[in-house]
């Protein structure tokens, strides 16, 4: 999955295709070694606010198939994610809080729906919640709960087409960012978005009547 240019290892859909035969037998061959490497880099991806979250979700759903595969990238993500999130903290990125915009300090009021809206819709790169998380004092049981349930939709949306991701490219498709924008697959996120945020607008409303 990794794809050398200029000194420097990137992760690229284009490197992930021409390395499907070394991990396809990867994982016939040391299967457990497969599982630990693709937790490993999804870990490495997020740790290191790398823009490479997709392709290690089609990698891991070409490797193991969509559940796994899925479940497999959102442990190392959510793991990744949260160790740079507490560095953040340590750092003294709650002192933020004073200086966010006015329409930003309620999201501190409802943690728990703020991660579980941003993570599963693609509106914010996953490090940029790392930081507003950081920077609204989440509560880590929070951050890490809301990390991994949300992420798991499209996580597993992309591992469906990594699955598939022979198929695809022999059609000559590209997988990216374009599957969530699509009607029937942004449409589901969007309804589990609007689920998560209907106990925030029901205590809204029910304050304003």
Do not use: C
């Amino acid at each position: 999955m990794v794809l050398a240019a200029g000194g420097h290892h990137w992760l690229t859909v284009d490197a992930l295709a021409s390395r499907l035969r070394d991990l396809s037998d990867l994982v016939d061959q040391h299967p457990a070694w497969a599982a630990a490497a693709v937790f490993g880099v999804a870990l490495g991806v997020a740790a290191f606010s790398l823009p490479a979250a997709t392709v290690v979700s089609l990698g891991a759903g070409y490797a193991f198939g969509a559940p796994l595969g899925a479940l497999l990238s959102v442990a190392g993500s959510t793991l990744g994610g949260t160790v740079v999130f507490l560095a953040l903290r340590r750092a003294g990125a709650g002192g933020l809080a004073a200086r966010l915009p006015g329409w930003l300090k309620p999201m501190a009021r409802q943690p728990w729906a703020v991660i579980l809206v941003l993570r599963l819709l693609p509106v914010m790169p996953f490090s940029a919640i790392n930081v507003l998380a950081a920077a609204i004092r989440m509560p880590l049981p929070v951050f890490a709960a809301g990390t991994a349930l949300g992420a798991y939709p499209p996580q597993f949306l992309y591992a469906l087409l990594g699955a598939r991701l022979p198929a695809l490219l022999a059609a000559g498709e590209r997988p990216g960012l374009g599957l969530l924008l699509r009607p029937e697959v942004g449409g589901p996120l969007v309804a589990l978005a609007l689920l998560a945020l209907a106990p925030v607008l029901i205590r809204t409303f029910r304050h304003r009547a």
